[in-house]
């Protein structure tokens, strides 16, 4: 399964991931012919009331594995940071979730305090993960977060299967990133950023929604309500909006 997998992420050809929050949303998904569909872990924590990046829906999130196992597409699984700083927790987590065929998960090392993990701690707990037959997407907040360098990451994460940035809009940037390292490089899709064609055009191997999905969702169910009140339309809410509404880490 990773293998089909890996070979959909094809730099100049990249291969965009739709993030579904629950089975219907995957379902919808699959229905639209993607070969393979994504979660997001904000959708997730969202949809159950708990906090996003808190390591809160471990059991949420296997559940919801579970569930889409059944859809004709191949699964990529948004686990946060592995719900745990103690690899060998990590280790079985990926264990339990490859043998429910999952095809690839998506590790970060950003914090919910802000921060971001010890680069050492990061490799380990990528490392953990490997070994599985799942492709392993090591993700670096630094952009996300505001803090750290994005190069020093990429290169240390360099056991992975694949790099992911969320947060980068400059397409020079971008394609410095690619010409960084021989992974894939994933980048988030961003309202009013390059288009699939332009990241297509530096080598970008894999486009994700994240969050986007879902938050217009919400927008969708407020617009309709909004009509049958005679009123205009709701704005996309954004990612601190929604986290604003959960409850704190614990």
Same mark, same amino acid.
């Given at each position: 399964?990773?293998?089909?997998?890996?070979?959909?992420?094809?730099?100049?050809?990249?291969?965009?991931? @739709?993030?579904?929050?629950?089975? &219907?949303?995957?379902?919808?998904?699959?229905?639209? &012919?993607?070969?393979?569909?994504?979660?997001?872990?904000?959708?997730?924590?969202?949809?159950?009331?708990? @906090?996003?990046?808190?390591?809160?829906?471990?059991? $949420?999130?296997?559940?919801?594995? #579970?569930?889409?196992?059944?859809?004709?597409?191949?699964?990529?699984?948004?686990?946060?940071?592995?719900?745990?700083?103690?690899?060998?927790?990590?280790?079985? =987590?990926?264990?339990?979730? #490859?043998?429910? %065929?999952?095809?690839?998960?998506?590790?970060?090392?950003?914090?919910?305090? &802000?921060? =971001?993990?010890?680069?050492?701690?990061?490799?380990?707990?990528?490392?953990?993960?490997? %070994?599985?037959?799942?492709?392993?997407?090591?993700?670096?907040?630094?952009?996300?977060?505001?803090?750290?360098?994005?190069? $020093?990451?990429?290169?240390?994460?360099?056991?992975?299967?694949?790099?992911?940035?969320?947060?980068?809009?400059?397409?020079?940037?971008?394609?410095?990133?690619?010409?960084?390292?021989?992974?894939?490089?994933?980048?988030?899709?961003? @309202?009013?950023?390059?288009?699939?064609?332009?990241?297509?055009?530096? %080598?970008?191997?894999?486009?994700?929604? %994240?969050?986007?999905?879902?938050?217009?969702?919400?927008?969708?169910?407020?617009?309709?309500?909004?009509?049958?009140?005679?009123?205009?339309?709701?704005?996309? @809410?954004?990612?601190?909006?929604?986290?604003?509404?959960?409850? $704190?880490?614990?």
């Amino acid at each position: 399964m990773s293998e089909r997998f890996r070979a959909l992420h094809r730099p100049g050809e990249p291969l965009l991931l @739709p993030n579904a929050w629950d089975y &219907g949303s995957a379902a919808v998904l699959a229905g639209e &012919g993607f070969a393979a569909v994504g979660t997001t872990s904000l959708g997730v924590s969202a949809v159950h009331g708990k @906090p996003d990046a808190g390591g809160a829906t471990r059991d $949420e999130t296997v559940a919801l594995a #579970a569930t889409m196992r059944t859809l004709d597409v191949m699964v990529s699984v948004d686990v946060e940071g592995g719900f745990s700083d103690d690899p060998g927790e990590v280790a079985e =987590l990926i264990a339990t979730l #490859a043998g429910l %065929g999952v095809a690839g998960v998506n590790l970060e090392d950003g914090r919910a305090d &802000g921060t =971001l993990r010890p680069i050492g701690v990061h490799q380990a707990i990528i490392e953990a993960a490997r %070994g599985h037959g799942v492709f392993v997407n090591a993700r670096t907040d630094t952009r996300w977060l505001g803090t750290g360098d994005t190069l $020093e990451r990429v290169r240390a994460y360099g056991h992975a299967d694949g790099i992911f940035v969320p947060g980068l809009s400059d397409l020079g940037e971008i394609a410095r990133l690619v010409e960084s390292t021989p992974l894939p490089v994933n980048v988030l899709y961003q @309202p009013g950023g390059p288009s699939l064609a332009e990241l297509a055009g530096v %080598g970008v191997a894999r486009v994700s929604t %994240g969050s986007l999905l879902y938050r217009a969702s919400l927008r969708g169910a407020l617009s309709a309500l909004r009509a049958v009140r005679g009123q205009g339309e709701p704005d996309l @809410p954004s990612y601190a909006d929604i986290t604003a509404m959960l409850p $704190e880490p614990r």
